[in-house]
């Protein structure tokens, strides 16, 4: 298939803020009061553990409708931890972002362990979003600056 | 400083929709018609880039008051480029998520380029969002299956 690509627009309406455009979806992105913010959104870790939660979803219904697994109520707690000392500036001895990050699937289902199992490894091998947070992705920052010089 | 952990909890609605908390918030991620959802919100990789653009804002703003940048009317564009083609399992040729992304800042500025070159590199390496997608983190994923067997 060819390659599918996907754009958000972000505005920044304070030096925390920002209100998010994908497509015809808004959403704002803050951190809390503790984080320099006024806490009128998720924050951006918050926001990247949501999307997780998301592709795990449409991956863990995907492939357990192909494996003929039926999956009642599934709940999906995503939860990762950073120490913000590069961020601030403070130390370099931890990376920046999340050092590690843990998804559990809750749901009722009558199938074997043994099956799910399998299911589980497919659903974190076919996950998009799984896949660009175990493994590096090219990533390129450019900047457009507006003042004319 | 302590580790600073963040969690968030997301009830799925249908095989591509979940409802997800992150603290007081709740926001929906789903996906579009043509991916099996019914385009209730943003869909996951873009959810995702959300976050990247989110946190850019708060980490852009942050480098430039320590480096006494003045930094104006930052508008961020965040873009990824896939192959579905494993995710569906029609191909194991290609990665399951972005194959790369790009993020452009745009903002009026009066400082030299050399300075913001500088700046936009400390940016990329203090950026929690940047550094789990360019470098790999350690994700495990657990199952919790309620039903008794």
């Known amino acids: 298939m060819p390659e599918l690509t996907f754009e958000v627009r972000a505005a920044s309406e304070s030096p925390a803020r920002v209100r998010v455009a994908a497509r015809q979806f808004s959403l704002v992105v803050d951190e809390p009061p503790e984080l320099g913010g006024s806490d009128a959104g998720p924050n951006p870790v918050e926001t990247v553990l949501a999307g997780l939660a998301g592709c795990l979803n449409v991956v863990a219904h995907l492939v357990a409708a192909e494996r ?4 009642r109520n599934l709940e999906i707690v995503a939860r ?16 920046a972002g999340f050092q590690w990050i843990e998804a559990t699937l809750s749901f009722d289902s009558d ?37 004319p010089r």
Not at 68 to 71: R, V, Y
Not at 80 to 95: H, I, K, V, W
Not at 137 to 142: H, K, N
């Open 80 to 95: 990762g931890g950073l120490n913000p000392d590069r961020l601030l500036n403070r130390s370099t001895a931890d990376r």
């Open 111 to 147: 199938a074997p362990p043994e099956v799910l199992r399998g299911w589980l490894a497919d659903v974190e091998a076919r996950c998009p979003v799984s896949d660009n947070l175990g493994r590096p992705t090219p990533l390129t920052l450019r900047i457009r600056s507006l003042t």
């Open 68 to 71: 003929g697994i039926a999956l």
